[in-house]
């Protein structure tokens, strides 16, 4: 499967963006479908995930903030980023893996997101 993701760029603190990923390729709802993102000098870090029957797991820190979608479709994957924080500020990956597997092995290009004061 091959992933694309679009969506970021700046943003005022206690705004809101809104990440998609379209995804190319069969047997889209195979797949476990993901976010991870990954700050300057900082190493990449879950965000979301998705099941192909919508089942949801967050990171604490954006816990209530963000929220995880999909299309299966339309073979897409959204996420939905509200009251983002400075810390929020990342390049943010799409990404995917099989339901049988717990590698990622599936990742897109990267939307940097920047959360301004």
């Known amino acids: 499967v091959q992933l694309q993701a679009s969506g970021g760029g700046l943003v005022q603190a206690g705004g809101s963006l809104r990440l998609s990923c379209a995804a190319s390729?069969?047997?889209?709802?195979?797949?476990?479908m993901g976010w991870f993102r990954q700050a300057l000098e900082k190493e990449r870090e879950f965000v979301a995930s998705?099941?192909?029957?919508?089942?949801?797991t967050y990171a604490d820190s954006v816990k209530g903030r963000f929220t995880i979608s999909r299309d299966n479709a339309k073979n897409t994957v959204c996420l939905q980023m509200n009251s983002l924080k400075l810390e929020d500020t990342a390049v943010y990956y799409c990404?995917?893996?099989?339901?049988?597997?717990?590698?990622?092995?599936?990742w897109g290009q990267g939307t940097q997101v920047t959360v301004s004061s």
């Open positions: 990404a995917a893996r099989l339901a049988i597997s717990y590698d990622w092995n599936y």
């Open positions: 390729g069969r047997f889209f709802s195979s797949y476990v």
């Open positions: 998705i099941t192909w029957s919508n089942g949801t």
